[in-house]
Nanobody
Framework: QVQLAESGGGLAQAGNSLRLSCTTYGHTASYFGIGWFRQPPGKERQFVAAIDWSGKNTYYAEFAKGRFTISRDNDKKLVSLQMNSLDSEDTAMYYC?????????????????????WGHGTQVTVSS
């Protein structure tokens, strides 16, 4: 059974950084893509970033470009999201999600429907 466990959330001051981690368990697929999503208070869940199996191809929401970096260590079954220059609008529950295959050209990596498994989330709160 596939399980995803997020960690690293917490309280940060505006301008500071946080690093989120997602550990994956039980994937039977050899190659799978991972994405990060977030849900701000009172809003819909939104795409943040995604990474393919190799780690060579990454994808970001506009608000994340230049501030967030997604990476993965397949040996450790770990995907990280480094978030810099945080501001109050980054306050949200952050979720990692995986799919049964990697991303290919044309993959709709920003759509929640493209993912098969979800973690329970880790809360990020940014104080101004």
């Amino acid at each position: 059974q596939v399980q995803l466990a997020e960690s690293g959330g917490g309280l940060a001051q505006a301008g500071n950084s946080l690093r989120l981690s997602c550990t994956t368990y039980g994937h039977t697929a050899s190659y799978f893509g991972i994405g990060w999503f977030r849900q701000p208070p009172g809003k819909e869940r939104q795409f943040v970033a995604a990474i393919d199996w190799s780690g060579k191809n990454t994808y970001y929401a506009e608000f994340a470009k230049g501030r967030f970096t997604i990476s993965r260590d397949n040996d450790k079954k770990l995907v990280s999201l480094q978030m810099n220059s945080l501001d109050s609008e980054d306050t949200a529950m952050y979720y990692c999600a995986s799919r049964r295959e990697t991303f290919y050209a044309g993959s709709q990596y920003s759509l929640q429907s493209q993912y098969d498994f979800w973690g329970h989330g880790t809360q990020v709160t940014v104080s101004s």
